[in-house]
């Protein structure tokens, strides 16, 4: 088998990344333009792609195709109708991250919440050895104890986040955006509700018809201004533009955002110009990426091309 790894630079340094090469000869690349895709799938029997997108044209141009793995849960990037009607599987990764994001929402509320980089400063910086008293109230904090946790998308990351959240002591309620998912050990409540009520509004959903700008400024201005939006799901289901208008109107107390519309984030995003900076923590779509995930991440993909090239030597 001829297999072609087409952005490996989206995985890092991982100890397991060549477990493919048993079966087949790998041809690695760090990233692939979209006037490099072609010719380098063109000979390919099994192409792994995480954001490289393969097209119809693409996958037309790859005669000896037979599977493509998305290195990642969603497959947005690839044309699936083009795949099928060749006969060529698309198979994505999924239960990799869970415990990677739901770590990565709680640092990113807890750096929001506590201030630790304040207080890491004020110490280091000698403010602390100066004072004449054994503390310091430069920055007021409270606890998660006894808020209202909401969570919208209660999959496995949602539920995940969940759990924690009541480790904290925290009372969680949840909105499902489909409106399908009842059976739950948690309070579901409608929009309005959820958003009114909430001390923290925490996003694990995915993008689709009912998701996109799903938190727009009109639904800002009903949480609490004490409230903390955080966003570990998808890009495009918060507006970036309304959520910096209400962060600088102080409708919230502050947001931490994982994810958004354009990765890499474009220059000229508004939450990149927020008057107080101070009120966001924005992060570079990395709180999947825990080594662990993205090692399993590749355990996974192996395991699907395993699979697949028994079936076929059968």
Partial sequence: MNIVFLDTKTMGAIPNLKIIEKDGDVTYYQTTSPEQTADRVREADIVITNKVVLDRAIIGQAAKLKLICAAATGTNNIDKAAA?????????????????????????????????????????????????????????????NGKRFGI?????????????????????????????????????????????????????APLN?????????????????????????????????????????????GAGIDVFTREPILPENPLLHLKNKDSSVLTPHVTWASLEARTLLMEKIGQTIDEFTGTIEK
């Fill in 152 to 204: 919208i998308g209660l999959g496995a990351i949602g539920r995940q986040v969940a759990k924690i959240a009541g480790a904290f002591g925290c009372e969680v309620v949840y909105y499902s955006t489909s409106g399908q998912n009842t059976q739950q050990p948690y309070r579901r409540l409608e929009l309005d509700e959820f958003l009114q009520t909430s001390d923290i509004v925490s996003i694990h």
């Fill in 84 to 144: 099928e009607e060749r006969g060529i599987p698309v198979k994505n990764t999924t239960d990799y991250s869970t415990q990677s994001v739901a770590q990565g929402t709680f640092a990113i509320l807890l750096h929001l919440l506590v201030h630790i980089p304040y207080f890491d400063q004020y110490v280091k910086e000698g403010s602390y050895a100066r004072t004449d008293i054994f503390t310091h109230f430069g920055r007021e904090f409270r606890e998660l």
């Fill in 209 to 253: 018809e009912n998701t996109i700008d799903l938190i727009n400024y009109d639904r800002l201005k009903q949480m609490k201004q004490s409230a903390i939006l955080i966003n570990t799901g998808r890009g495009g289901i918060v507006n970036e533009a309304d959520l910096a208008r209400a962060l600088d109107e102080k409708r919230i107390a």
